[in-house]
């Protein structure tokens, strides 16, 4: 069975840091892309960042560039998101999914597996 399981939320203050994982299961980092995404209250499903398992390529959403750094760890077969100076903004609900392939696409909509998602919450 393919499973996704975020880990890492939390609150912080402004310009503070967290580490997001998401640790795969049933799937190898090798199998899927991993995007990682986000929700706030009101708002649509986002993307945020993704990694390729074909090429190790990364992706980023503008407003994210130079704060947010996405890796792969195969030998736990977990990806993480590293998230630095945080954002009021950024605060939401962060989801780490793997769509159908190992190359890296925007839309939420062509993921077919999704974690349960970890909360972020970034105080002023």
């Known amino acids: 069975e393919v499973q996704l399981v975020e880990s890492g939320g939390g609150l912080v203050q402004v310009g503070g840091s967290l580490r997001l994982s998401c640790a795969l299961s049933g799937f190898t980092f090798d199998d899927y892309a991993i995007g990682w995404f986000r929700q706030a209250p009101g708002k649509e499903r986002e993307g945020v960042s993704c990694i390729s398992s074909s090429d190790y390529s990364t992706y980023y959403k503008d407003s994210v560039k130079g704060r947010f750094t996405v890796s792969s760890d195969n030998t736990k077969n977990t990806v993480y998101l590293q998230m630095n100076s945080l954002k009021p903004e950024d605060t939401a609900v962060y989801y780490c999914?793997?769509?159908?392939?190992?190359?890296?696409?925007?839309?939420?909509?062509?993921?077919?597996?999704w974690g349960q998602g970890t909360q972020v919450t970034v105080s002023s």
């Open positions: 999914a793997a769509p159908p392939g190992r190359l890296c696409r925007w839309d939420p909509y062509e993921y077919d597996y």
